[in-house]
């Protein structure tokens, strides 16, 4: 096992253990204690390993430097230290499987539960690899302590080689992307970069600048109240309303029905009683005007049950969250001609994905930091089967050293 593959290891396992799920539900920012406790870890890391101004802001994003040793843009190496609020992810028991043998991983806590290489071909490549999973009922968080894991592992070895040549370099982890919140205005500032790259992709070689752009939709029905002894043609029920608003979605426009390039609608969340109910959309589309069209589906859903049932209040409100990376990146694809060749003189071949989600990246670049993402190596995200091969994050180790050397000297 090569030293990076070493420092990967023991610093995932180690993160992964560590809770730092979001909190959809909050208010606050970050949106769970958890995540500044994790932010502390990382902080204390970076003064270890030597790096400058090293800071730790209001949002619990961290942030620090890389003095460069070259002229040559400012690049930022990012990651986000949240998992997802989708799935259990507290007391998280990382398992180190060596020279996995290409079989069945069964997991300790959970016997129903198999990851299978032939239902996902890809670990089918990876025997011999050293594989993490979880135990089997809590989700990994490779999403994105993956990415935590291979920048912290290469701005170790920049800082441990102060000959290997490279521009300014700053490193941030952020927090709540799962949520679509890590990412505003001041950050971009703080950050301070001409571009930078996200490492939170998936399989080895992929650069991701297209992605979703994103809405959220929040329906609200407001029924009449009784008690049901006495209903009799006043009681107007919430939740069968909310009921009627989820089957007129389409099914052929659901995540479950859709691929490639077609955009969905995802009911994500009903909550309330009889009386009240809130109903969560989100809605995803590579394009403007598709994910315009999908909105105004959804309110005329809303306005026809409305109609259905005038006794009822019922409103939709639709939020923006995230845009598509490309509107931006096709003007200034500095960073993506730099990761494509940093690519190839590793010896991989670029995969240009367009990815069906979003990532911190979409909002950088949205608001002026152009920010595309790469792979980092995470695989069955956001629930019990996620998995990383220590071997893939150890390319993107090298991926992310061979961009700050070829930094040097590009224009500024």
């Known amino acids: 096992m090569s030293d990076f593959a070493k420092d990967l290891e023991s610093r995932f396992v180690r993160y992964c253990a560590i809770d730092s799920q979001a909190d959809d539900k909050s208010g606050t920012h970050p949106s769970s204690s958890v995540q500044i406790e994790m932010g502390k870890v990382l902080e204390q890391e970076l003064r270890e390993i030597g790096a400058s101004d090293v800071t730790r802001n209001d949002h619990g994003a961290v942030l620090a430097t890389i003095p460069g040793n070259r002229s040559g843009p400012t690049i930022a190496f990012m990651a986000h230290m949240d998992t997802t609020p989708q799935f259990n992810a507290t007391g998280v028991k990382p398992r180190v499987i060596r020279t996995y043998d290409g079989g069945d991983i069964r997991y300790p806590d959970n016997a129903s539960l198999v990851l299978s290489p032939e239902q996902v071909p890809y670990l089918s490549e990876k025997v011999g690899d050293t594989i993490v999973t979880a135990s089997g009922t809590t989700l990994l968080g490779a999403d994105d302590k993956a990415g935590v894991a291979i920048v912290m592992t290469a701005a170790k070895h920049l800082i441990d080689n102060p000959d290997l040549p490279h521009g300014p370099i700053r490193i941030c982890f952020t927090t709540d992307e799962e949520i679509g919140k890590g990412v505003y205005p001041a950050l971009v500032q703080e950050v301070g970069a001409d571009f930078a790259y996200t490492f939170d992709g998936q399989k080895v070689g992929e ?72 109903i969560r959309v989100i809605i995803r589309d590579y394009e403007l005007d598709g994910l315009a069209a999908k909105g105004q589906m959804i309110q005329d859903i809303a306005a026809e049950l409305q109609a259905f049932e005038p006794r009822a209040k019922i409103s939709c409100s639709i939020r923006a969250q995230y845009r598509n990376m490309r509107y931006w990146l096709e003007k200034d694809k500095r960073p993506v001609d730099l990761a494509e060749r940093a690519m190839i003189e590793i010896g991989q071949t670029p995969k240009f994905t367009a990815f069906r989600g979003g990532t911190d990246g979409s909002r950088f670049t949205e608001m002026g930091l152009p920010c595309p993402n790469l792979f980092a190596g995470m695989q069955e995200i956001h629930g019990p089967l996620e998995w990383v091969s220590v071997q893939d994050m150890e390319v993107a180790v090298a991926l992310m050293l061979k961009i700050a050397e070829l930094g040097v000297g590009t224009s500024e």
């Open 207 to 278: 650069i991701e600048f297209e992605t979703f752009s994103a809405d959220e939709a929040i329906i609200r029905i407001e029924g009449v109240s009784i008690h049901p002894g006495l209903a009799k043609d006043q009681l107007v029920n919430a939740v069968v309303l909310a009921s009627r608003f989820v089957a007129a979605l389409p099914r052929d426009m659901s995540p479950e029905t859709t691929e490639g390039r077609e955009g969905y609608v995802h009911a994500t969340e009903i909550s309330g009683g009889s009386s009240e109910v809130v």
